[in-house]
T-cell receptor
């Protein structure tokens, strides 16, 4: 049982490049989310999904796209990388909505630097 | 979502009980209170969740007064490994737009 797996762990991009951060969970969780965490800051929600085929925007969605074609995978796509997107990105999943379950399980993060 | 306020940092000695209080004056009827723990270079880890009164698990206790405008996370007999950032979240049932504040940085002193 691997939990929430994020790849890659580290990535350096040039301004304007695009890339996809991968997130996969093997717990059959319906709820998945993407967060970014800047140095010394809390986590900010980018996008989230309450099931396959259903996604919605979080607090800071600009510059990012998501899709959820399967229950297991929730990739985050950076359309045109900017230095302001330098951050640590966390993917999380949960088996139940807020108030019904044991909270979210987080991946180990992807550390992204845009130069 | 109800905004939360926590102390920025706290220090405690090993073996002590630590209580971290979170204020959420605008909490709504359907809101639940959840606490997460985050170690450096790791993703947050769920600790405990509650709606009212007291909840206890193998890691911590959560005390919620009747008016629910605050909550207190209690960590019994802390050790050095409890040094981490602790986040208090308030979110309503089924609303997955969770908001993490800056948390409380807890440092355990030997």
């Amino acid at each position: 049982n691997a939990g929430v797996t994020q790849t890659p762990k580290f990535q350096v991009l040039k301004t304007g490049q695009s890339m996809t951060l991968q997130c996969a969970q093997d717990m059959n969780h319906e709820y998945m989310s993407w967060y970014r965490q800047d140095p010394g800051m809390g986590l900010r929600l980018i996008h989230y999904s309450v099931g396959a085929g259903i996604t919605d925007q979080g607090e800071v969605p600009n510059g990012y796209n998501v899709s959820r074609s399967t229950t297991e995978d929730f990739p985050l796509r950076l359309l045109s990388a900017a230095p302001s997107q330098t951050s640590v990105y966390f993917c999380a999943s949960s088996s139940a909505p807020t108030g019904q379950g044991g909270g979210y399980t987080f991946g180990s993060g992807t550390r992204l630097t845009v130069v | 979502l109800a905004k939360t306020t926590q102390p920025i940092s706290m220090d405690s000695y090993e073996g002590q009980e630590v209580n971290i209080t979170c204020s959420h004056n605008n909490i709504a009827t359907n809101d639940y209170i959840t606490w997460y723990q985050q170690f450096p270079s790791q993703g947050p880890r769920f600790i405990i969740q509650g709606y009212k009164t007291k909840v206890t698990n193998e890691v911590a206790s959560l005390f919620i007064p009747a008016d629910r405008k605050s909550s207190t996370l209690s960590l019994p007999r802390v050790s050095l490994s409890d040094t981490a950032v602790y986040y208090c979240l308030v979110g309503d049932f089924g609303n997955e737009k969770l908001t993490f504040g800056t948390g409380t940085r807890l440092t355990i002193i030997p």
